[in-house]
């Protein structure tokens, strides 16, 4: 089948708009003709590395460290996206539509277009790029001081990926080409995963979820799907994770203390908490009976110290359990709290080329950091907030459906094979299970007196990619 053609139609039938609107051309032209002049500090020639996925080329964040009083002082720059695109233009009002880049696996249908998100707005290598950074200063027991928020221009001097970064930073295996060659960039990608590893000892200890998560990856060849491959997290994701959470944070705390609104990102206190505690006690743990995140992730710590086996499934039945992440509107000194990072104050900031929100707080902080007048207003921020959360939901179906026919195109030549799968959803539309090597969901047909988290072993019995069907049955 033509797995692009029924991703751009997914798309359509979610609600988004693949193409860009009339008028995008002549806008990018003019941002060519016309490229920013701030007045930023320059720290070109600082050692600043980015770390993404392998074949990621819309990049919005790099990262540098040194030590310094009190404990290592990181500087997180993000992409100045807003210093391209305009409010009310063309592509902002495409973008503030879409509100995020949706990744179907075979086609990523970007917010902005890719001329400006994997061009003149990324923070690509070797090119001059206008940011905002945020600084702090991470002590040895994971507190964040000194926090700080300018514009700088800056010039990534090494594009890397997770995926061979994180194997050296966990001694698996030898250095990438761009780290061997570089004294400097091996000393600085240790000190970075340093202060990682102490904001994120310290955010454990607050009570903050720790999931290894894993996450199917398509493998084609000549055009077709053949397999997916299991991508898993490594200290490089960990390092760029952390250091993302911590400027959030800041990026949260500054608004908050100039008296602006913002939009902030949460996670709800979990409603099913005590499927949770159930799913808990069946692995012979005892959890509070009103929500402690704390507590539950002592119990995960713990299962994936003693229990590797069961680890997986228990912790991917949890974040099912914990529901999506939601965006809201907040006033200045609100803290709505997000429960899986155990933080009050959090937005998100750190990806203006793939997410409006991100857009919408870059440009909130740039009216703060200009002691101007905030560029929307309340019922403005509102609505965002309500849009964003509506189209990440849409994204999400979207590319589960992706993900379902993808993997039911690598799983065709498998009818009747045996696997061990758990318990993902028990809605009216049926019964979810989850296998887990190779990672894919479809439905338990016939499924009688199970719940999310069940442990179950399923036949394959149909694997249709054109309608994305994984149908199991109990073997």
Same mark, same amino acid.
């Given at each position: 089948?033509?797995?692009?053609?029924?991703? +751009?139609?997914?798309? $359509?039938?979610?609600?988004?708009?693949? %193409?860009?609107?009339?008028?995008?051309?002549?806008?990018?032209?003019?941002?060519?003709?016309?490229?920013?002049?701030?007045?930023?500090?320059?720290?070109?020639?600082?050692?600043?590395?980015?770390? %993404?996925?392998?074949?990621?080329?819309?990049? %919005?964040?790099?990262?540098?460290?040194?030590?310094?009083?009190?404990?290592?002082?990181?500087?997180v720059a993000i992409a100045d996206v807003d210093c391209a695109v305009n409010p009310g233009t063309p592509i902002d009002r495409h973008a503030c539509q879409q509100t995020t880049t949706v990744y179907t696996g075979v086609k990523n249908f970007s917010m902005l277009p890719e001329e400006l998100s994997t061009g003149l707005t990324s923070l690509n290598e070797d090119q001059d790029r206008y940011s905002i950074v945020v600084e702090f200063v991470a002590a040895e027991d994971g507190t964040v001081t000194q926090p700080a928020i300018y514009r700088a221009l800056i010039r990534n001097h090494a594009q890397l990926a997770y995926n061979a970064t994180g194997a050296w930073l966990d001694g698996q295996a030898d250095p990438p080409a761009k780290i061997a060659r570089s004294p400097e960039l091996q000393a600085q990608l240790r000190l970075q995963n340093e202060a990682a590893s102490h904001l994120c000892e310290a955010r454990h200890k607050?009570?903050?979820?720790?999931?290894?998560?894993?996450?199917?990856?398509?493998?084609?060849?000549?055009?077709?799907?053949?397999?997916?491959?299991? +991508?898993?997290?490594?200290?490089?994701?960990?390092?760029?994770?952390?250091?993302?959470?911590?400027?959030?944070?800041?990026?949260?705390?500054?608004?908050?203390?100039?008296?602006?609104?913002?939009?902030?990102?949460?996670?709800?206190?979990?409603?099913?908490?005590? +499927?949770?505690?159930?799913?808990?006690?069946?692995?012979?743990?005892?959890?509070?009976?009103?929500?402690?995140?704390?507590?539950?992730?002592?119990?995960?710590?713990?299962?994936?110290?003693?229990?590797?086996?069961?680890?997986?499934?228990?912790?991917?039945?949890? /974040?099912?359990?914990?529901?999506?992440?939601?965006?809201?509107?907040?006033?200045?000194?609100?803290?709505?709290?997000?429960?899986?990072?155990?933080?009050?104050?959090?937005?998100?900031?750190?990806?203006?080329?793939?997410?409006?929100?991100?857009?919408?707080?870059?440009?909130? $902080?740039?009216?703060?950091?200009?002691?101007?007048?905030?560029?929307?207003?309340?019922?403005?921020?509102?609505? /965002?907030?309500?849009?964003?959360?509506?189209?990440?939901?849409?994204?999400?179906?979207?590319?589960?459906?992706?993900?379902?026919?993808?993997?039911?195109?690598?799983?065709?030549?498998?009818?009747?094979?045996?696997?061990?799968?758990?318990?993902?959803?028990?809605?009216?539309?049926?019964?979810?299970?989850?296998?887990?090597?190779?990672?894919?969901?479809?439905?338990?047909?016939?499924?009688?007196?199970?719940?999310?988290?069940?442990?179950?072993?399923?036949?394959?019995?149909?694997?249709?990619?054109?309608?994305?069907?994984? %149908?199991?049955?109990?073997?």
């Open positions: 089948m033509n797995l692009l053609a029924a991703a +751009r139609q997914e798309m $359509i039938d979610h609600g988004f708009d693949p %193409d860009f609107p009339k008028g995008t051309g002549e806008q990018i032209a003019q941002i060519r003709a016309h490229p920013a002049r701030d007045g930023a500090r320059d720290l070109r020639q600082l050692p600043w590395s980015s770390i %993404d996925n392998d074949t990621s080329r819309d990049l %919005d964040q790099c990262e540098w460290a040194e030590r310094a009083a009190g404990g290592i002082r990181v500087r607050r009570g903050a979820l720790d999931f290894d998560r894993v996450e199917a990856e398509p493998v084609f060849s000549n055009g077709d799907v053949r397999d997916l491959k299991i +991508r898993r997290r490594n200290s490089a994701t960990r390092l760029i994770e952390d250091f993302m959470i911590a400027a959030n944070e800041a990026m949260a705390q500054t608004l908050s203390r100039a008296g602006s609104s913002s939009i902030r990102r949460v996670v709800k206190t979990p409603e099913r908490w005590p +499927r949770i505690v159930a799913l808990a006690a069946g692995h012979g743990a005892k959890l509070p009976a009103q929500p402690d995140a704390a507590a539950l992730n002592g119990f995960l710590k713990n299962l994936r110290e003693t229990d590797g086996d069961h680890y997986q499934d228990v912790s991917l039945a949890i /974040i099912k359990l914990l529901g999506p992440g939601e965006y809201v509107f907040a006033r200045p000194n609100q803290q709505p709290g997000h429960f899986a990072l155990a933080v009050l104050d959090y937005t998100h900031s750190t990806a203006p080329n793939r997410r409006f929100s991100d857009l919408v707080t870059q440009r909130l $902080i740039k009216a703060v950091l200009d002691g101007k007048a905030a560029p929307y207003t309340d019922s403005e921020l509102e609505a /965002i907030a309500a849009n964003c959360t509506q189209k990440e939901d849409a994204a999400r179906k979207v590319e589960r459906k992706m993900a379902k026919r993808l993997a039911a195109a690598a799983l065709s030549h498998r009818i009747g094979e045996i696997f061990a799968g758990v318990i993902t959803g028990v809605t009216p539309k049926g019964t979810f299970v989850r296998i887990l090597n190779p990672p894919a969901e479809g439905i338990l047909l016939h499924a009688k007196g199970v719940d999310v988290g069940d442990r179950v072993q399923v036949k394959l019995i149909q694997a249709d990619p054109g309608r994305g069907y994984i %149908d199991f049955v109990k073997s």
